[in-house]
């Protein structure tokens, strides 16, 4: 089944709060994906890029990490570790050679980008946003997932979003059909996904569009022509955020809009308590047709 | 305050879900015929599914918002009043009674329904009437891809556009829409607009509050030659 949530901010003064709506998003569409649930944050630019690391024994890994890294580096590095995940803001042009250091540490990398940070876990998503603190995050626009697994198994790893370039990550409500044969053609163009999960392939294929210079849109209605199967995608990019449904349609989606925010959910009730949705624009997306709006 | 104007007030149960359960609304309106109560309002739906499912009074129930899956399903005698939108599978299976949405209705809305009015004064979305058995749904606005899949018996009204395959593999429902179409499904065809059939749309437009003329629609309907049917053997089926 799965749920998701997506909120994209037209104005500042909501930023604060982002967090906070989303997580009472997230949290309403937990009967839709109790197994594991997942966020991607677009927030301040920080002053370099950021990497989300994801350790199950953090206590060890996390310890003295900062350090090591800027060490190695040979550039100080600051760190943010919640829980199971660090956020670890690299000196500029280190991005290959900090990726190589901490996954020879063993650390699973969540997503990479300059304003993007990545948080998934497998538990209930009430439990999740406590344990990272979702509440508490600004940004401009997020998106997350509530996951029923079906395609692969409940791990941190097939969690969802799924980011497979900077500052870009994809959730999805379905199932793919040629994801194995994706598969092939997109590691053979050097976008290999890490994981078995079909959404994680759909990542790659429109990681794969953007970096051949197509925008969000256009990255978007590919999916319509080279993925087979039931979809529901919500998109984040640094300063997009994109809606696409097959053509049959079968998964739930519904939109609103008003003058402060654009929000995605699997259902009207995850809007419930979003300012403001009385008076709002909702509508269903309609299917085969790409949504994105771009700051 | 007068008296008459007292009964009126009491005859009205309020039920805010912001403070009881969605068992204890139900349950509220399932056991009206006990009690006085013949008016209700729901209050505070907030997307909640199944909202006012299995009614099977003569009540009047509004909802005030927009509520999420199956809102008014299995409905049997009620009117169920819903100023907002409503989620997949609303009035599904509906025997009798009427159903109004204000707002947009996501899939399959009025599905399977063997009889009542559902009116729909927004959008429908796909799936509209799939497989109704002789429901009448009146849509405002526009219907998505494969309405009326496989509708028995019944009539679908749509003053706006339809989707793809309108009325893929039809039986003897009739489908009349005022706008585009944007294909029509296997078997499924236009047919001549006769009398009977705007005698028919006169009054649902009628009951559907809608402003449109009958002669401003087309018909649509079963070429019958996808299914096993032979009207020279309809005593025996």
Not at chain 1, 70 to 91: C, F, I, N, Q, Y
Not at chain 1, 101 to 119: H, N, P, T, V, W
Not at chain 1, 260 to 277: C, K, M, Q, W
């Amino acid at each position: 089944m799965c749920g998701i949530v997506g909120l994209f901010l037209k104005k500042d003064d909501l930023r604060p709060k982002l967090g906070d709506m989303l997580t009472d998003m997230l949290i309403t569409m937990t009967d839709r994906g109790p197994d594991s649930a997942g966020i991607a944050i677009y927030g301040d630019d920080s002053d370099g890029l950021k990497v989300t690391v994801q350790s199950d024994t953090p206590e060890s890994d996390f310890a003295g990490l900062d350090t090591a890294l800027g060490e190695a580096l040979s550039s100080p590095v600051t760190m943010k570790a919640v829980d199971t995940h660090a956020v670890l803001t690299l000196p500029e042009g280190t991005r290959d050679a900090a990726i190589a250091f901490l996954e020879a540490r063993g650390l699973r990398i969540m997503g990479l980008g300059e304003a993007m940070e990545i948080y998934k876990e497998i538990g209930l998503p009430k439990d999740v946003a406590a344990r990272f603190n979702l509440r508490a995050m600004g940004g401009s626009h997020g998106i997350g997932h509530t996951r029923m697994a079906t395609e692969s198994a409940v791990t941190t790893l097939g969690a969802h979003p799924f980011s497979t370039d900077e500052d870009q990550c994809l959730v999805h409500n379905g199932s793919l059909s040629n994801h194995n044969q994706m598969r092939r053609i997109l590691t053979e163009k050097g976008f290999a996904p890490r994981t078995e999960n079909d959404t994680e392939v759909a990542a790659c294929y429109i990681s794969s569009r953007i970096a051949e210079g197509a925008n969000l849109g256009e990255a978007l209605e590919g999916t319509l022509d080279d993925l087979d199967g039931f979809f529901t995608f919500v998109m984040g990019t640094k300063t997009g955020f994109g809606v696409v449904r097959d053509p049959i349609a079968c998964k739930p989606a519904v939109m609103a809009e008003t003058d402060d925010y654009v929000a995605f959910g699997s259902e009207y009730r995850a809007f419930a308590n979003l300012p403001g949705i009385e008076a709002a624009r909702v509508w269903e997306p309609e299917p085969a047709t790409v949504y994105f709006w771009e700051r | 305050m007068t008296a008459t104007a007292t009964a009126a007030t009491t005859d009205l149960q309020t039920l805010d879900m912001a403070e009881i359960e969605l068992r204890e609304v139900n349950a509220a309106l399932q056991g009206a015929p006990a009690t006085n109560y013949t008016q209700f309002e729901i209050r505070n739906p907030r997307g909640s599914h199944a909202v006012a499912v299995g009614l099977d009074a003569e009540i009047e129930v509004t909802v005030k918002g927009s509520t999420g899956y199956y809102c008014a399903g299995m409905n049997k005698l009620a009117t169920v009043h819903v100023e907002g939108s409503v989620g997949p599978g609303a009035a599904e299976n509906m025997m009798s009674g009427t159903v109004i949405v204000e707002g947009d209705a996501s899939q399959y809305a009025g599905a399977t329904g063997h009889g009542g009015l559902l009116v729909i004064k927004g959008n429908a979305s796909s799936r509209c009437g799939i497989s109704m058995k002789g429901i009448d749904i009146v849509v405002h606005g526009n219907i998505g891809h494969m309405s009326a899949f496989m509708a028995q018996k019944g009539n679908l009204v749509v003053l706006g556009d339809a989707g793809d395959a309108l009325g893929d593999s039809l039986y003897e429902a009739r489908l009349f829409v005022r706008g585009a179409v944007k294909s029509l499904g296997a078997d499924c065809i236009e047919k001549e607009m006769r009398p009977e059939h705007l005698e028919i749309l006169r009054d649902l437009l009628d009951k559907a509050g809608a402003d449109a003329k009958p002669e401003e629609f087309k018909r649509y309907g079963s070429a019958r030659k996808l299914y096993n049917f032979n009207i020279d053997h309809a005593d025996e089926y």
